[in-house]
């Protein structure tokens, strides 16, 4: 085989393995397959998991320790282990093959919610985008534990993930990312109280219906939308009457309906 053959046949091995890696920064860890390529060794050259104990076991050596290297860090230090008595001048490449080690949790209100086993340096826009993004309309927040549960929850606002960079906010493995439908409190003297999903286009007689509606006692001359330090008052009988118009709610208003005096 010729030298510039043996040349292009590297370059190959190195373009499939940037293919398949996403990030030349990801760190090896265990769960993750590596594809190993020694040229000229078919024996050598197959898949190998990476065990518990962030190593792999290859043939002649036994364990080699690649837990936290990059693929080309593992690549170089299976070389050197290969040359010391086994190769001469052994032409290694590694690329991770299945990603398994560092994953993600996605939950509540997106396309696709489940694990996610991140490629290298993510960010939480971009973790949004694997999983298919936002389904619900009114989605006021994202809540991100670090290293899963019992770590330390912030809360973020999703109208500004984009707008002063918080999407650009770097995501690990362990993480918990969850996106709480955003929702309507209706409070008072209704059947049900208690929350219920939002929706664009909800309106306040709709919002007391779903929750079983008024109770007997209620006066529905006295209901407000509480809407941050907002106090919105609705004449309830009158929309019922179609003598005014139904008002839209937001999400995270609470509709509070208020007693009958009499």
């Given amino acids: 085989m010729s030298q510039l053959l043996r040349i292009l046949a590297l370059l190959l091995f190195s373009a499939v393995a940037m293919a398949q890696q996403a990030s030349p ?6 769960g993750d397959v590596l594809k190993v390529q020694v040229w000229g060794e078919e024996d050598l050259s197959r898949s190998f998991p990476v065990n518990d104990q962030g190593q792999l076991d290859f043939p002649f050596l036994g364990p080699v320790a690649v ?6 860090e593992a690549s170089a230090a299976l070389r050197d282990r290969l040359q010391q008595g086994y190769l001469l001048d052994p032409q290694v490449t590694i690329w991770v093959e299945s990603f398994g080690s560092q994953p993600v949790q996605v939950l509540g209100a997106v396309a696709r919610p489940g694990l996610v086993y991140v490629r290298g340096p993510t960010t939480l826009l971009e ?4 999983v298919g993004g936002v389904s619900k309309e009114g989605v006021d927040e994202i809540r991100l534990t670090r290293g899963g549960e019992g770590g330390e929850t912030q809360v ?3 109208e500004r993930l984009v707008a002063d960079g918080t999407g650009g906010l770097l995501i690990a493995g362990g993480d918990v990312v969850f996106i709480p439908e955003s929702q309507v409190h209706v409070l008072g003297q209704v059947v049900r109280p208690g929350p219920i999903a939002y929706r664009e286009g909800l309106t306040v007689s709709r919002c007391i219906s779903a929750v ?6 209620a006066s529905l001359g006295r209901v407000w939308i509480l809407r941050g330090d907002e106090r919105i008052r609705v004449n309830l009988r009158r929309i019922l009457r179609g003598k005014a118009e139904d008002v839209v709610v937001q999400g995270g208003d609470r509709i509070f309906v208020g007693e009958s005096v009499f």
Avoid at 25 to 30: A, L, N, S, T
């Fill in 156 to 158: 973020l606002s999703y």
């Fill in 127 to 130: 973790l949004l985008g694997q």
């Fill in 25 to 30: 920064e990801y760190r090896i860890g265990p």
């Fill in 67 to 72: 837990g936290g290297q990059t693929a080309s």
């Fill in 212 to 217: 079983g509606g008024a109770a007997a006692v």
